[in-house]
Structures are given as C-alpha cells and as structure tokens.
C-alpha cells in the first residue's frame, strides 16, 4: 500500500551525501522496525532506501542517501527535487532487524550509507535500553571526510559493549586504517571472548560478497549471516 508524503526538509551531510527528512500527514503515523526499509514513488521513478531513523511511531522518516552518476533517483533528488514535493511512499519493507532478545555478540558492518539501518538500530537500543551483548560497529570509508554521523556515532558508542571502528582506506588518521574485512578478522582471530556471533552486512554488492566469502572461510554458518544489499 503506497502512502502520501511529502519532503519537508533536507541536510548536506556531505557534499554528495544529504540526508533527506520525508513526512507523512499528522494522522498517518508511520511505525517500522529499526532495520527496515522504505520504497519510494517519484513520478516514474521507484527506489528503495533503508531508513536511518530511530523508530518512534512519529510522522517523520530520515533517509541518507548518496548522489549516483548514473542513478536517476538520486540524480532528482539532489538536483530537481524542491521542499514540499509529494510523492508515495511503501513499507516498512524487509527482515534485516534485530532479534527479539539480544543474547548473542553481534557485528554491524557497512560501507557509505549501509550506516543508515545501524544508526536506526543503535538508537532504538540506547532509547529503550535494551539489554544487549557487545556489538561491534566496523564502518568502511575512504577518506575521513566522507565519515557519515561521525560524532553522533561516537556518542552512541559510549553505551556499554558498544565498539564503534570507523576505518579509512586511503587516509591515515588516527584511528583505524584498510578494509572493514581486516577489522572484523582481527577480531574473529584476537578475542576469545565472543558468544555465537551473528553478522549484519549492509553496503555495496562487491563488499557484502568478500565479506560472505571470508566468514565462510572464519567457519560462519549463512544462518548467522544478514543482508541488505545496495546496488
């Protein structure tokens, strides 16, 4: 069922990065699980994106979204698109949430924006202080600059068991630097200490298959492994 919204407000996160804030009316309240998705209708044009905001039965949805060369989604919306434009939207869409009871150690990995459902996750725990083991938030980039809720991360990671690793690979920086495979891997070798892990992989189609293929090689049941797949 498609649902009337329309786009009250957007933020440049970065420069081809923007996050785009869509409302539905007072009345339509929009409830979803932290981890879904929505689609969204524009003329012609239907897209998929994951949401990134906390779910709080409001009448607000925040997306991130990238600006693609050849994407004609993104190409409107950070070139056509005006506040106030309505279009459809359909969802919430998708099973990459979080298991009822958190009794296991859990691993977010993402690159660019496949932040979006892990940022909607995290905060959903922190509001409702859900009891949770460690949870490792390994975020791939290339340069700090393209970091997306760097400082809202950072606060996020203060809750108890959070590990938040942003991790660059072609900027040396303080923090970590290489691919989120080599993070994810030091940990699975170094810590003994890891109860029954499970695995949500969100991001670019060729990062979730190297990473598919190398917790095979760790031993990873695909029973203990999450997709949301971009592109």
Not at 102 to 117: E, H, K, L, N, Q
Not at 145 to 172: A, G, H, W
Request: with cysteine; proline share 3%.
């Amino acid at each position: 069922m498609w649902i009337d919204v329309y786009l009250d407000s957007i933020k440049k996160e970065k420069k081809s990065t923007w996050r785009f804030f869509i409302k539905t009316s007072n009345i339509n309240k929009f409830s979803f699980k932290a981890g879904q998705f929505i689609q969204i209708k524009i003329d012609n044009l239907i897209r998929s994106y994951s949401i990134a905001s906390l779910p709080n039965n409001e009448n607000i949805i925040e997306l991130i979204i990238v600006n693609l060369n050849e994407g004609k989604m993104s190409n409107y919306l950070f070139n056509k698109i005006k506040i106030g434009k309505k279009f459809q939207i359909k969802g919430p869409l998708g099973k990459f949430i979080l298991p009822e009871k958190i009794d296991r150690d859990i691993f977010f990995i993402s690159t660019g924006t496949g932040i979006a459902p892990f940022r909607s996750m995290l905060k959903y725990i922190k509001k409702n202080n859900i009891k949770h083991r460690k949870i490792f938030v390994i975020f791939g980039a290339r340069l700090k600059e393209d970091i997306l809720y760097y400082d809202e991360m950072i606060k996020l990671s203060s809750m108890k068991n959070i590990f938040y690793i942003p991790t660059l690979s072609r900027e040396k920086w303080s923090g970590n630097t290489g691919y989120v495979h080599s993070v994810y891997g030091k940990i699975l070798n170094e810590r003994k200490d890891l109860t029954n892990p499970l695995f949500y992989l969100c991001g670019w189609r060729d990062m979730i298959k190297e990473a598919r293929n190398k917790l095979k090689n760790f031993g990873v049941d695909s029973k203990s492994i999450k997709l949301e797949i971009y592109g």
